[in-house]
């Protein structure tokens, strides 16, 4: 499995902002989707994610209400849709998958993304 991200950038405070991740190979509703952010000098941080059985989502407390996930089973592709976006929430974003697992860490994903750059100016 690969994974593609794309759609990072520069943009104002209170912009919106959509990434996309396309994975390769088959079975990508079985996969998991996670998002994970890094911002400069800090830790990579859980964003949110979408589950492989129900489409459920589940989102870290700093975006909860402001971001929000969706796939397209048809397109291979999972979505980071962004909005009001804060200087706070500039980081390197990125995608990972897992096949019929709903991770409670990091480390239980298999697969990641190179990473897209956003960046929120003030």
């Known amino acids: 499995v690969q994974l593609q991200a794309s759609g990072g950038g520069l943009v104002q405070a209170g912009d919106s902002l959509r990434l996309s991740c396309a994975a390769s190979g088959r079975r990508f509703s079985s996969y998991t989707m996670g998002w994970f952010r890094q911002a400069p000098g800090k830790e990579r941080e859980f964003v949110g994610r979408?589950?492989?059985?129900?489409?459920?989502?589940y989102y870290a407390d700093s975006v909860k209400g402001r971001f929000t996930i969706s796939r397209d089973n048809a397109k291979n592709t999972v979505y980071l849709e962004m909005n009001s976006l804060k200087p706070e929430d500039t980081a390197v974003y990125y995608c990972?998958?897992?096949?019929?697992?709903?991770?409670?860490?990091?480390?239980?994903?298999?697969?990641w993304g190179q990473g897209t750059l956003v960046t929120v100016s003030s």
């Open positions: 990972a998958s897992v096949y019929k697992t709903i991770p409670g860490t990091e480390g239980g994903y298999a697969y």
């Open positions: 979408i589950s492989w059985n129900d489409d459920s989502t």
